[in-house]
């Protein structure tokens, strides 16, 4: 076997390195061919064949895609993706590894991966194990070799939709039928990834610092060598009340002078204002919010009472509870390149978004306005009440993965709980 000289490029220098075919190319050397085979059915008939990686095992939940380019490891962890299996379209997926700061909750949420092509090779100083090895860990399974285009078409013309991917022996027909035995609309999701007390968040502050490149100026680095800037002193208190909450929210309401107390999705109004905050947050979570008759009446009891911002299923929970209705989107939106245009002011950013549900817009009562519409279908992408301190928007401004142009949302919300507590 004959080797290979190649040049890595490492912080603007060069070093050289030797490797051989069997590095480069390890799919010469039969690598993949060692791999199980595994099988993507969808309710619809469509199967779709592939190598397993991950957990040898079987898992059905509804199918969507998601078009981000980077941030598998936060989209697995994501807690809106309970129930759900995601195809990635970005061709490569696994190349920078996982590691343990860049994850969105304790553990994964979806329920299968789909990917074209898995990186057979991790390169990345902050990586800490494989991608494989991570759904490996945590009974996930996966699948690649499937043409995710192809796929993505597919779903984008008939609809999300069941389906059942399996590396264990089933037929074609088998494994359709375990795809439309899925139990997905009208499961109360939420149930399943809410914290069952009221919680702090890092009390320390160790968890909420910003993550940044290293440099001179920078005090705080931990033992691995990340740099971290300083947090502000706390200001103002926040219940964010957690239907499916995403760390990197936490983490910037800290990073505004909020401190946050964590609240079960199932907590009462009169239970949440007890707590004295200065403000109510509703987070993002997974499922139908219509099943969540439980948090429209808590959610309706609290608006006009403090100040209160929603994100994504906090939108939506925040529209019902207002007497506004929802409904299916035929594939949703799920990826980081969502133009959204805020209606007061013209300014078009674009956001990363994570849903399957929306709000019907001639269902809107008088005293709510839209506030911000997506540009690619015209779906209201954000609300405020006319009366009451009271917005919400269909989209993610904490990111995580994504482009960060909305996150000044966080610094608003702090802005009018200030306004609120002072009277203005």
């Given at each position: ?5 190649f ?9 050289n ?33 592939g ?15 998601n ?21 990635m379209?970005y ?5 920078y ?10 553990a ?25 090895e991570y759904?490996?860990?945590h009974?996930?399974?996966?699948i690649?070799g499937?043409?995710t ?12 939709m ?6 264990l ?6 494994a359709?039928?375990?795809?439309r ?7 109360d ?11 702090p968040?890092?009390?320390s ?27 502000p ?6 219940a964010?009340?957690?239907f499916?909450m995403?760390?990197?929210?936490l983490?910037?309401?800290r ?25 109510i ?11 969540l ?10 608006v ?5 911002f ?10 019902l509870?207002?007497?506004a209705?929802?409904y ?8 980081a390149n ?12 674009i ?12 269902s809107l ?8 519409m ?9 609300i ?9 928007v269909?989209?993610?401004p904490?990111a ?5 142009d ?17 009277g203005?």
């Open positions: 076997m004959c080797s290979t000289r040049v890595l490029g490492l912080h603007g220098s060069c070093v390195a030797w490797a051989s075919e069997d590095f480069l190319f390890p799919k010469r050397r039969g690598l993949y061919e060692t791999m199980p085979m595994a099988l993507l059915a969808l309710e619809d008939g469509r199967v779709f064949r190598e397993s990686f991950g957990a040898h095992a079987t898992a059905v939940g509804e199918i969507c895609f078009t981000s380019m980077t941030g598998y490891q936060e989209i697995l962890t994501d807690p809106s993706y309970r129930g759900q299996i995601i195809t379209t061709p490569e997926i696994g190349n590894g996982v590691n343990e700061l860049d994850v969105e909750s304790s994964p949420h979806v329920r299968g991966l789909v990917v074209e092509a898995l990186s057979p090779v991790t390169s990345n100083w902050r990586s800490q194990t494989t991608l494989d759904l490996r860990r009974g996930i399974p996966g690649q499937v043409d285009r192809a796929l993505t078409k597919h779903l984008r013309q008939r609809g999300a069941r389906a059942c991917l399996t590396a022996p089933m037929s074609d027909e088998e359709i039928a375990e795809a035995a899925a139990a997905y609309a009208g499961v999701f939420v149930n399943e990834v809410t914290p069952r007390e009221v919680l968040w890092d009390l502050g160790q968890q909420s610092r910003e993550w940044t490149l290293p440099s001179e100026r920078l005090e705080l680095f931990d033992a691995c060598g990340n740099a971290f800037r300083d947090l002193p706390i200001t103002h208190t926040v964010a009340m957690d499916g995403k760390r990197n929210i983490r910037l309401l990073q505004q002078g909020f401190e946050v107390t964590i609240v079960p999705a199932t907590m009462r109004a009169e239970d949440v204002l007890a707590l004295g905050t200065d403000g947050f509703l987070s993002n979570g997974p499922g139908d919010p219509q099943t008759t439980y948090a429209h009446e808590t959610v309706r009891d609290l006009g009472k403090k100040p209160l929603g994100i994504c299923l906090g939108h939506q929970l925040l529209a509870a207002l007497g209705k929802t299916k989107m035929k594939f949703g939106h799920r990826g969502q133009p959204v245009k805020d209606l007061r002011t013209g300014k078009v950013t956001t990363s978004q994570n849903h399957g549900y929306a709000v019907d817009a001639n009562p008088a005293d709510v306005e839209v506030t911000h997506n540009l690619n279908d015209d779906t209201i992408a954000g405020r009440h006319r009366r009451h301190p009271a917005s919400s269909q989209y993610h904490e995580s993965p994504g482009p960060h909305a996150g000044y949302f966080f610094a608003d919300f702090a802005k009018e709980v200030a306004a609120v507590k002072s203005v």
